[in-house]
């Protein structure tokens, strides 16, 4: 096995996503990469588009790479390990994607000692600026979160958290874009109520998250002394920030949050009592 070599198991969308991340970054070469897919179309088009090896053989891949990344889908996991399971040795690292997938679970089908780090990115992965937090199952240690690290940090920031707080950051990084895309949604249409044409109502929301959320990043400030910045004595915004509050946009934000996260552990697969946030 060639040590550098990363196969990902389901070219879908985040699998690409990955794949081009690493390419342009220069963290592997096409040579180092293999992407496997379940139509022979889907191959096809990602061998030429991405100039990397692609196979329908999940067998194959885990022959040829020490490294696999599985990105199907949490409910085509199980088949996804039954093909896999003997082909499998101690020596792969077997990083997860899928939501909701313990590593308890991929465990099961692995043999003894096999490292597995399990990993929740975010939709903006596919625009090189993904929020991943990679937890270890039992066998994985510094240097196997590293290799995830180096893989990920390619599409975005990485941090490490203990798998328990994986729950709670699916309900917060991993579903967070949507609550953004659903305020952006609720803002545009304020645009249009006040008049404005749609078009301009996009730029002027999209414009306005982007700024905000470089502020939030780049300043060392609270997000609370930002919203002060703009909130002067008998303004405009105090008048919106009443109507807010006034209508618990808050408290929804925690309750919904919360929803997200028990949900999160409802459809867990893997689970197991020592599992259990705490
Ligand atoms: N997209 C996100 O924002 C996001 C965020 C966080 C986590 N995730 C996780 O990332 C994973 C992938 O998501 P995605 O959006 O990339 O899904 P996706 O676009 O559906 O990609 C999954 C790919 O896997 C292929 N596949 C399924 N079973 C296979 C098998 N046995 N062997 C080879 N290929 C197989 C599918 O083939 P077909 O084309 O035939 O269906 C599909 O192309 C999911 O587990 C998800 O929970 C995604």
């Known amino acids: 096995m060639a040590d550098r070599t990363v196969a990902f198991l389901g070219g879908g969308r985040m699998g690409e996503a990955l794949v081009w991340g690493l390419i342009r970054s220069g963290g592997r070469t096409r040579e180092e990469l293999m992407v496997t897919c379940r139509r022979e179309e889907r191959a096809r088009d990602l061998a030429e588009r991405l100039g990397v090896a692609t196979t329908l053989s999940n067998p194959e891949a885990v022959k040829s790479a020490p490294t696999l990344v599985l990105t199907v889908k949490p409910q085509d996991m199980e088949t996804l390990l039954g093909q896999i399971q003997h082909y499998l040795s101690p020596q792969h690292l077997v990083i997860t994607f899928a939501a909701g997938i313990r590593t308890s679970f991929i465990e099961r089908f692995s043999p003894k000692g096999m490292p597995v780090v399990r990993v929740m990115s975010n939709v903006p992965v596919l625009v090189d600026e993904a929020m991943s937090v990679i937890s270890p199952g039992s066998h994985a240690g510094d240097k196997h979160l590293a290799v995830a690290e180096?893989?990920?940090?390619?599409?975005?920031?990485?941090?490490?958290?203990?798998?328990?707080?994986?729950?709670?950051?699916?309900?917060?990084?991993g579903s967070g874009p949507a609550y953004f895309f659903l305020l952006a949604e609720a803002m545009i249409e304020a645009c249009i109520l006040l008049g404005l044409p749609r078009n301009v109502g996009t730029e002027l929301i999209i414009q306005t998250m982007l700024g905000s959320a470089k502020m939030l990043r780049d300043t060392s400030l609270h997000p609370v002394e930002l919203r002060e910045m703009v909130t002067s004595p008998?303004?405009?915004?105090?008048?919106?920030?009443?109507?807010?509050?006034?209508?618990?946009?808050r408290a929804a934000f925690?309750?919904?949050?919360?929803?997200?996260?028990?949900?999160?552990?409802?459809?867990a697969i893997g689970h197991e009592p020592e599992d259990e946030p705490k």
Do not use: F, W, Y
Request: net charge neutral; hydrophobic share 45%; charged share 20%.
């Open 150 to 173: 180096e893989l990920l940090s390619t599409v975005g920031k990485v941090i490490r958290l203990p798998e328990k707080h994986q729950d709670a950051v699916t309900a917060t990084s």
């Open 234 to 249: 008998g303004g405009t915004t105090i008048m919106a920030i009443r109507h807010l509050e006034q209508a618990g946009v």
């Open 254 to 267: 925690l309750n919904a949050i919360d929803a997200a996260c028990r949900r999160s552990a409802e459809l």
